[in-house]
Structure formats: structure tokens, C-alpha cells
């Protein structure tokens, strides 16, 4: 789809929902942001496949404070959270030399292996103070194929 007709997509969604919303008619908009604190504090480090830094960061935990919607956090904190537990090193290690990696959104990887998922950003957040990359955003063990018969 050329950038001409995303644009027209984009501003029509715009309008209609404008539309969709008598005037006058007061609209909550939701809490874009995660309220809670930061912990830059590097847990694990892990190289990725080209050798660059992906760092396992203590993170943020999940902002559930409305009960319509989470506002998820990362690293460490957010896959507690999320998921139960972190993944043992190893394993997210092997998902990070061995996964098949996807990215949709620039410098956002997500890499896969049969045993887990891996999350990461190689983008820098200066709010880190240490000049490296975002990190893992989450990781975690695949659930088993429902038809599986394994």
C-alpha cells in the first residue's frame, strides 16, 4: 500500500471516529503511559547474533491500575509479571543465536525457537544513562502445540 493511500486510511479512521462521538459528549481518554518507576539496573547480559549488546534489564512492572487495560512494562519486572517467570539464561540465549527473528517495527525484534520467544530493542533510551540498547522487552516459554501429540 503506497503512503498516499495509508494517509487517506489513517485520516478516514480519524473522521469516523470523530463522527462515532456525538459533540459535546464527554470522552475519557485512556492513560497512555506506565506509571511506574524505571529500574535501568542490568540483570543479564546477553550478546545477540551480530554481537551486539541486548541487555536483560531489572525493567518496569505492569501498569494494571485501570481494570480496562494493562499498560505493560519490561525487562525483568514485566515478565514476572506477564508471565510467571524469566526463562533460564541459557535458554534465552539460544533464542537470541539460534531463533528466527522477525521485526515489524524498526530496531524491534522478536525471535523465536520451538521452546521460547525473546522481545528486544536496539534502540538506545538515554533515560539508562549507560549508552545501551533498550534490551528485552519479554521473554518467555511457547505454549505447547494444542495438537500436539507429543
Known amino acids: 500500500m503506497n503512503f498516499s493511500r495509508r494517509l ?6 480519524v473522521v469516523s471516529l470523530l463522527i462515532a462521538v456525538p459533540a459535546g459528549t464527554p470522552v475519557a481518554f485512556a492513560q497512555l503511559t506506565n506509571e511506574n518507576p524505571i529500574d535501568w539496573t542490568i540483570d543479564t547480559p546477553f550478546i545477540g547474533s551480530f554481537g551486539d549488546s541486548i ?7 505492569d501498569d494494571t491500575n ?3 487495560f494493562t ?3 519490561f525487562g525483568v519486572r514485566h515478565i514476572q509479571d506477564a508471565h510467571g517467570a ?3 539464561p541459557e535458554v534465552i540465549d539460544n533464542v537470541l543465536q539460534n531463533g528466527t527473528c522477525s521485526s515489524v517495527i524498526p530496531e524491534r525484534f522478536t525471535c523465536k525457537t520451538d521452546e521460547a520467544t525473546v522481545i528486544f530493542s536496539r534502540n538506545v533510551d538515554i ?5 545501551l540498547p533498550f534490551g528485552i522487552i519479554s521473554a518467555f516459554f511457547n505454549a505447547p502445540d494444542p495438537g500436539c501429540r507429543c
Open 8 to 13: 487517506f486510511a489513517v485520516f478516514a479512521l
Open 55 to 61: 541487555p536483560l534489564r531489572v525493567g518496569q512492572y
Open 66 to 68: 485501570d481494570p480496562r
Open 71 to 73: 499498560v505493560y512494562g
Open 86 to 88: 524469566v526463562p533460564p
Open 127 to 131: 533515560r539508562s544513562g549507560d549508552g
